[in-house]
């Protein structure tokens, strides 16, 4: 059982950033491919980047690709989202999850094993 906390949201103007955090609890966290996905109003959730077990590989929506950077630190079992150059586009309720995949491309909810309760960013213009 992974339970997940997510924090770092907030409120930013359009071209700013921001660093979303995910806590982790669980002693297997390391084993875990970690992802994010954001939901906005009215829309379904979609895919926004993973990062395998080991951080040496990534996976992003080309929405984010060359904006948004993924990383862990397995010691600290937490994920981290940094995010830059903010759209208003961005704006979502921004969601962590765990899956057990290790092979393939995690890109879909269905994927995923646990989530987070969410993070709201809110980016205005």
């Known amino acids: 059982q992974v339970q997940l906390v997510e924090s770092g949201g907030g409120l930013v103007q359009a071209g700013g950033s921001l660093r979303l955090s995910c806590a982790a609890s669980g002693r297997t966290f390391s084993s875990y491919t970690m992802g994010w996905f954001r939901q906005a109003p009215g829309k379904e959730r979609e895919f926004v980047a993973y990062?395998?077990?080991?951080?040496?590989?990534?996976y992003y929506a080309d929405s984010v690709k060359g904006r948004f950077t993924i990383s862990r630190d397995n010691a600290k079992n937490t994920v981290y989202l940094e995010m830059n150059k903010l759209k208003p586009e961005d704006t979502a309720v921004y969601y962590c999850?765990?899956?057990?995949?290790?092979?393939?491309?995690?890109?879909?909810?269905?994927?995923?094993?646990?989530w987070g309760q969410g993070t709201q960013v809110t980016v205005s213009s």
């Open positions: 999850a765990a899956t057990r995949l290790r092979i393939g491309t995690p890109t879909l909810r269905q994927h995923y094993d646990y």
């Open positions: 990062i395998r077990w080991s951080g040496g590989n990534t």
